[in-house]
C-alpha cells in the first residue's frame, strides 16, 4: 500500500515562501497536524478559490495518510468547487476531485474509479496545456493508469510528462512522488537497481524537506529492494516515526505492527 497513493498536494510552494502563514501551513501538513493546518486556512478560505483548494487539497490528504475524515474532506471540496469561478480554478478543484475518489477507491471500501476518471478527463479539459496545474494532473492520471486500469505503459508516460512539468516548477514533492511511482514500475519490469535509485532520490527529497509524514513510507519502499540487514534498519526507522506521528500513515501502521496507546 505505500506505493498506491502517495501524491498529496504536490506542491512544496509553501516550504520556500515568505509567507508566515504558507510556512506554518506547510510545518502542520508535514507533521500530520492536517486539521490545524485546515483551521489556519478557513478564515481565507470562505472567500478566496485558491484558498479553498488548498484546505480541501490538506483535508483530502489526510484522508489518504489516515483513512478518516471523508465527510470533512468533501465538503471542503464542494465548497472549493463552489467558489471557482473560471476555468483554471474549476480544473484545479475537477483534479481534487478525482483525486478524493480514487483515494476513496483505495481507501474506503467504496469503488468510485469511473468518478476518478471522469473528474480528471473534465480537469484536462478545462486546464490550460501550460497550467501550473498540469504536472500534478498528469501525476495523477498516472496514478489511475497504473493502480486501477493497469495500464503501465500509459502510467510512465503521464509520470514522464508529469516529472517535466515538476522538474521545470521547482516543485520538488512532485518529484519525490513521481520518483517513487517510477521506482514502482522498475520493480515491475525487474529494473531493481534503477528502482533503488529513483527510491533513494524519493527519499532525500522529503528528508531535506522536512516531509515527516511522507518519510516513513519512503522507507518502506526503499527497504523493499533492499537486502538484510540494511531493510531490516530501514523498516526499523519507518516504524520509528509512525509511532512518533502516532500512528500514520495508517495503513503502515498496520503493515508494521505499530500500535499505539492514546491518552
Known amino acids: 500500500m505505500a506505493d498506491t497513493a502517495m501524491a498529496g498536494l504536490g506542491s512544496t510552494d509553501s516550504t520556500m515562501s515568505d509567507d508566515p502563514l504558507d510556512r506554518a501551513v506547510w510545518r502542520l501538513r508535514s507533521r500530520a497536524c492536517w486539521?490545524?493546518?485546515?483551521?489556519?486556512?478557513?478564515?481565507?478560505?470562505?472567500?478566496?478559490?485558491?484558498?479553498?483548494?488548498?484546505?480541501?487539497?490538506?483535508?483530502?490528504?489526510?484522508?489518504?495518510?489516515?483513512?478518516?475524515?471523508?465527510?470533512?474532506?468533501?465538503?471542503?471540496?464542494?465548497?472549493?468547487?463552489?467558489?471557482?469561478?473560471?476555468?483554471e480554478e474549476r480544473?484545479?478543484?475537477?483534479?481534487?476531485?478525482?483525486?478524493?475518489?480514487?483515494?476513496?477507491?483505495?481507501?474506503?471500501d467504496r469503488d468510485r474509479s469511473d468518478e476518478a476518471r471522469s473528474a480528471l478527463g473534465r480537469a484536462a479539459a478545462l486546464l490550460r496545456p501550460g497550467s501550473p496545474r498540469r504536472p500534478l494532473l498528469d501525476y495523477r492520471r498516472g496514478l489511475i493508469a497504473q493502480h486501477v486500469t493497469k495500464h503501465a505503459d500509459a502510467a510512465e508516460a503521464a509520470f514522464r510528462r508529469a516529472l517535466t512539468g515538476a522538474v521545470a516548477q521547482g516543485d520538488l514533492l512532485l518529484c519525490s512522488s513521481i520518483n517513487r511511482h517510477l521506482a514502482a514500475l522498475a520493480v515491475e519490469s525487474g529494473e531493481l537497481a534503477e528502482a533503488r535509485e529513483l527510491f533513494a532520490e524519493?527519499?532525500?527529497?522529503?528528508?531535506?524537506?522536512?516531509?515527516?509524514?511522507?518519510?516513513?513510507?519512503?522507507?518502506?519502499?526503499?527497504?523493499?529492494?533492499?537486502?538484510?540487514?540494511?531493510?531490516?534498519?530501514?523498516?526499523a526507522e519507518a516504524a520509528r516515526l509512525v509511532r512518533l506521528l502516532g500512528g500514520v500513515p495508517s495503513w503502515l501502521a498496520k503493515q508494521l505492527g505499530v500500535t499505539v496507546t492514546r491518552a
Open 35 to 87: 486539521d490545524d493546518a485546515a483551521a489556519l486556512l478557513e478564515p481565507k478560505a470562505a472567500t478566496d478559490p485558491g484558498a479553498a483548494l488548498r484546505r480541501a487539497s490538506l483535508l483530502v490528504e489526510r484522508c489518504m495518510y489516515t483513512s478518516a475524515g471523508w465527510q470533512d474532506a468533501e465538503d471542503a471540496l464542494r465548497a472549493a468547487e463552489s467558489l471557482a469561478s473560471d476555468d
Open 91 to 108: 480544473g484545479g478543484a475537477a483534479c481534487e476531485r478525482g483525486y478524493l475518489a480514487y483515494v476513496s477507491t483505495l481507501f474506503h
Open 202 to 235: 524519493s527519499l532525500r527529497i522529503r528528508e531535506e524537506l522536512g516531509y515527516l509524514v511522507g518519510t516513513a513510507p519512503a522507507l518502506m519502499a526503499l527497504a523493499d529492494v533492499h537486502p538484510e540487514p540494511q531493510a531490516g534498519r530501514l523498516r
